[in-house]
Nanobody
């Protein structure tokens, strides 16, 4: 399984970015997918995930601002990030797993920097 994340960048507070994660080597439609982030000096934290059946879950800090979605026809996971804040700064990683599985795969990460 390979995951390629993209779409990060530098944006001012209040701005928007859309991250993408293209998966290969897996039956994407069967995967639970998600995004985590890691800020400098902090542990990696879950941002949002979307199950194979479309059920979504968000960290409290991003609810109402971020939207996770998937396009199974394109094997692509998205994270639309609106009203970005400086505390959203970090490296964003996409991951793939299967329902009930302890096995997961991670992409290489894409840097998001939000300036105040």
């Amino acid at each position: 399984v390979q995951l390629q994340a993209s779409g990060g960048g530098l944006v001012q507070a209040g701005g928007s970015l859309r991250l993408s994660c293209v998966a290969s080597g897996t039956m994407f439609a069967a995967n639970d997918m998600g995004w985590s982030r890691q800020a400098p000096g902090k542990q990696r934290e879950l941002v949002a995930d979307i199950a194979w059946n479309g059920i979504t879950n968000y960290a409290n800090s991003v609810k109402g601002r971020f939207l996770v979605s998937r396009d199974n026809a394109k094997n692509t996971l998205y994270l639309q990030m609106n009203n970005l804040r400086p505390e959203d700064t970090g490296v964003y990683f996409c991951y793939a797993t299967w329902p009930g599985s302890a096995t997961d795969y991670w992409g290489q990460g894409t840097q998001v920097t939000v300036s105040s």
